[in-house]
């Protein structure tokens, strides 16, 4: 069974920088995509960002150019690099991982608390 574990949440100021990271017990390089999810309180699930075992990324538009998701395969982890926060960036992040290409994400961390303050 496929874990993956997120850490790198906290509190931080407007203006400020998190880096998510998302640690699995398997070898990403086996999954078609990583991606990184958020619930805001009071709203539903919101796509932030994939990126593909080749590399490709995609962004929401509420954070292109402010948000940067990487992978290092050695290590077995996502990354969720967070510039230039916002308090509408305040949520739960999960990470999700999807094995095949045209199938939902079928691996999910259980998600790390990102506040941040005005």
């Known amino acids: ?3 993956l574990v997120e850490s790198g949440g906290g509190l931080v100021q407007a203006g400020g920088s998190l880096r998510l990271s998302c640690a699995a017990s398997n070898s ?3 999954f078609n995509a ?3 999810y958020r619930r805001a309180p009071g709203k ?3 796509w932030v960002a994939t990126i593909t075992r080749g590399g490709t990324t995609n962004y929401a538009e509420s954070v292109k ?3 940067i998701i990487s992978r290092d395969n050695a290590k077995n982890t996502a990354y969720l690099q967070m510039n230039s926060l916002k308090p509408e960036d305040t949520a739960v992040y999960y ?3 999807q094995a095949l290409p045209g ?3 079928k691996y999910w961390g259980q998600g790390t608390q990102v506040t941040v303050s005005s």
């Open 1 to 3: 069974q496929v874990q």
């Open 28 to 30: 990403i390089f086996s």
């Open 34 to 36: 990583m991606r990184w």
């Open 44 to 46: 539903q699930r919101e």
């Open 65 to 67: 150019g402010r948000f």
């Open 95 to 97: 990470c999700a991982a």
């Open 103 to 105: 199938y939902e994400d």
